[in-house]
């Protein structure tokens, strides 16, 4: 029943509205009926019998059809005039310079830059594909109604492609009000802005074509245009065409000289400027400018720029240029291609059709493949390069004249004065690998790098202090990728210099010699007394391995001394201990008695902590004291097991037999350990806290729009905001939690708010994944 009611309506709107339009004649508007979304249909409940209501009482009006059977529903439908058509009668529109005053709605407007009267001109015959049949969005009618309303009222009327006409009257009375001001409120609604612009647009590209414009009213033009570009440049929208029109009405006047007050960026917003002045320069065989590659490579459509790029954007141009120049000296030669400039300008207005820009008859090497790959593979290695000096500044309470953030920067674009406190680290640094073997506090190290030590070293602290020890020429100990293990920020480091700098690639021998050092200075620090004898068994299962090259060993020695200064324990061992076959673990248990006793004694603490390893060996505890009664005998007969504490035993002389069988259980072991110990991994300390889930911390909204934003690293700010709303969030105060919550986690944010659009660092995600 309900079907055929909406039937009948359609029937009836179409016989009383459509069929009553074709029997108007001379009508000088014609109006296009357009049903608006369900969302603005009215429904309601009416007693009265079947009805059709039409209010034709404004032509601006809506006009409404109500159908009632018992229940109503009501249509609006939009009388809006009809794009395809002009006014062929009316008083003709005018150009209104500044300074001429009209009068419209009660109002007096003396900026001038519009269009006013009731019909556009004709299109000039050579010029009339640009128009849109001769309509004009920007046209002020002073015929039409207007109500006097401030400028920062808006309606529904205002939608993406605002037109004065369609304007409500308060809408346009709002529009009128903002024309008699000076047009300098960035809070005015970009809609009005937009109508504006229009007008400014079909000014400059196509009258200024068809007719004899001045330079100096075009150059005033351009001033307009850039002017508001300025006023409304949060806007990304109107920041994007405003800043096209500049482009396009540079490349119409070559020779005029327009004053310009936001440089080259504001003629670059899609890249026909730069398209231009490439393909003159190849078609002229001039070689890419270092300038001409950067804009190429930062706006190429293929190619995206990462964080450490964009967050140090000054940084990576210089970076780019001078290594660019470096490589290919005054340019990249390109050779001219067969494919043909177009220059195509996206009009902002919807009265213009797209507009060709006239050029030359030029290649358009842009298309080209092979020079921009070039340039894109060093723009990566820049990238990479400017990572450290990129983390340390997303780091809160950083700045880019912080000493460690200088020291950060690649060497090619650091300044005299950062070069002094380079020089002065690597004097302190020197100092410390001559008078203390390389061993210093962590603390000491943040605070000759200029920074505040952290309150917890994460992986990104840790990545930092690498990549600022190798920037000096030096590696330090431990190293996470090597060694497994990480410093703590009240403990201790090690110092030692880098060699050739290449970084080393962990063997199966290297990592089992790790495991192995850890195992015996756990059994050397069982006293908490370090003896040269225990030193020397440990120092030269390094120096006595002829697996290892000369980066190896300098690695694994620092490691040893950060691990003779750390307290050592079994924390992730045991499961991979657990592993081994009897016979195996018997010769690790071999192995740290023969540590222990290599000073000639054995005390009741060290039986105790031998004890406690056999134990976790899964070895019989009962056993021991036969395998110590055996290396005692074995190794030197004054060696004494002690099950009380006796007086300090006088000076120990390491016996070479004795140190021979050292070496010989050290190998054996070694080689046991190759078997099993070869993966990277690293180890929690013991006593650590277990990591907890990716998102702890954030509340379950927060958790899933995180999850969500995490999919792509590029968000605009209309769809951020939208997935901001499924979850009942708003976006500023969204982005701040979780960034708190990133900065709790890894001391660095995860999101970056960069004007329109919202950028997820990857990197530091996985870094967060990994916590």
């Not at 009731?118 to 039409?144: C, F, V």
């Not at 929208?237 to 396009?248: P, T, V």
Request: proline share 5%.
């Amino acid at each position: 029943m309900e079907l055929w009611i909406f039937i009948a309506a359609i029937y009836l709107i179409y016989l009383l509205f459509f069929k009553k339009k074709k029997h108007k004649s001379g009508n000088s508007n014609s109006y296009k009926a357009e049903k608006e979304s369900p969302r603005t249909w009215k429904t309601g409940n009416k007693n009265s019998g079947n009805n059709v209501v039409n209010d034709d009482s404004d032509d601006d009006a809506l006009a409404t059809f109500t159908l009632t059977t018992g229940r109503t529903v009501e249509y609006r439908i939009s009388a809006t005039p009809r794009q395809a058509s002009s006014k062929k009668s009316g008083v003709l529109a005018q150009w209104i310079l500044p300074g001429n005053e009209i009068s419209v709605g009660g109002l007096v407007i003396a900026g001038g830059f519009l269009y006013f009267g009731q019909r556009m001109n004709p299109p000039g015959q050579s010029l009339s594909g640009n128009y849109n049949d001769g309509s004009e969005a920007s046209l002020i009618d002073a015929t039409l109604k207007t109500q006097h309303v401030s400028y920062d009222y808006e309606d529904g009327s205002l939608g993406y492609w605002p037109q004065y006409c369609s304007l409500t009257p308060e809408s346009r009375g709002a529009y009128l009000s903002w024309l008699a001001s000076d047009r300098c409120d960035a809070s005015c609604p970009v809609g009005y802005v937009f109508i504006y612009l229009y007008g400014l647009e079909r000014r400059a590209l196509v009258d200024s074509r068809d007719e004899n414009i001045s330079d100096a009213e075009f150059s005033s033009l351009f001033s307009e245009v850039e002017r508001l570009r300025s006023v409304f440049f949060e806007n990304r929208s109107f920041r994007h065409y405003s800043s096209q029109l500049l482009e396009a009405m540079s490349i119409l006047r070559p020779e005029t000289e327009l004053p310009t007050a936001s440089g080259n960026e504001a003629r670059l917003s899609n890249g026909m400027m730069f398209k231009l002045s490439l393909a003159q320069a190849v078609e002229a065989g001039i070689p890419v400018s270092a300038d001409v590659a950067l804009t190429w490579v930062t706006h190429h459509a293929e190619y995206a720029i990462r964080t450490p790029a964009r967050r140090c954007a000054r940084e990576f141009a210089m970076l780019f240029k001078r290594r660019y120049t470096l490589k290919f000296g005054d340019g990249m030669v390109v050779k001219p291609n067969k494919t043909r400039l177009r220059l195509d300008y996206a009009p902002a207005s919807p009265s213009l059709r797209g507009v060709r820009l006239p050029v030359a008859d030029l290649p358009d090497p842009s298309s080209l493949k092979g020079p921009i790959q070039k340039i894109v593979t060093l723009a990566e290695v820049c990238t990479e390069d400017l990572d450290a000096y990129s983390r340390y500044l997303g780091r809160k309470d950083t700045s880019e004249n912080d000493t460690a953030a200088i020291m950060l920067l690649p060497a090619e674009i650091i300044n005299e004065s950062a070069g002094k406190v380079l020089s002065a680290f690597r004097n302190w640094a020197d100092g410390v690998i001559a008078g203390q073997a390389g061993l210093t506090s962590v603390a000491d190290f943040w605070e000759h790098m200029g920074a505040g030590i952290p309150a917890k070293l994460n992986k990104k602290e840790i990545d930092l202090m690498q990549a600022f020890a190798a920037k000096m020429g030096y590696r330090m100990a431990p190293d996470p990728f090597y060694h497994h293990v990480k410093s703590e920020v009240g403990g201790v480091l090690v110092l030692y210099a880098a060699g050739d700098g290449h970084r080393i690639s962990p063997t199966p021998a290297f990592t089992s010699a790790v495991m192995m050092l850890r195992l015996g200075a756990i059994v050397a620090m069982i006293d908490n007394n370090i003896e040269q004898s225990e030193r020397t068994v440990l120092e030269n299962a390094i120096d006595h391995n002829r697996d290892f090259n000369e980066d190896e060993r300098r690695s694994l020695h620092a490691y040893l001394s950060w691990q003779l200064h750390t307290p050592a324990n079994m924390t992730g061992m045991k499961n991979r201990l657990a592993l081994l076959n009897p016979a195996e673990k018997a010769a690790v248990g071999q192995f740290i008695v023969s540590v222990a006793s290599s000073d000639g004694r054995i005390e009741a603490a060290e039986i105790k902590q031998l004890e406690k390893i056999y134990s976790g060996l899964g070895l019989d505890p009962a056993t021991l004291s036969g395998i110590i009664h055996q290396h005692s005998t074995n190794e030197q007969p004054s060696a004494q097991v002690f099950t009380h504490k006796t007086p300090a035993p006088q000076e120990f002389t390491l016996d070479a037999r004795v140190l021979a069988r050292h070496e010989s259980a050290t190998d054996d072991v070694r080689k046991l350990l190759s078997t099993i110990f070869t993966e990277d991994e690293l180890e929690p300390r013991e006593g650590a806290t277990p990591p907890e889930p990716q998102t702890a911390g954030l509340d379950l909204a927060h958790s899933q729009l995180y999850e969500k934003l995490r999919e792509k690293e590029q968000w605009s700010r209309k769809e951020a905001t939208d997935l901001c709303g499924q979850f009942g969030l708003m976006l500023g105060g969204a982005l701040e939690v979780i960034n708190d919550w990133s900065f709790a986690m890894v001391d660095a944010p995860v999101l970056d708010d960069a004007e329109d659009d919202i950028w997820v660092d990857l990197e530091i995600a996985e870094e967060l994944e990994e916590v």
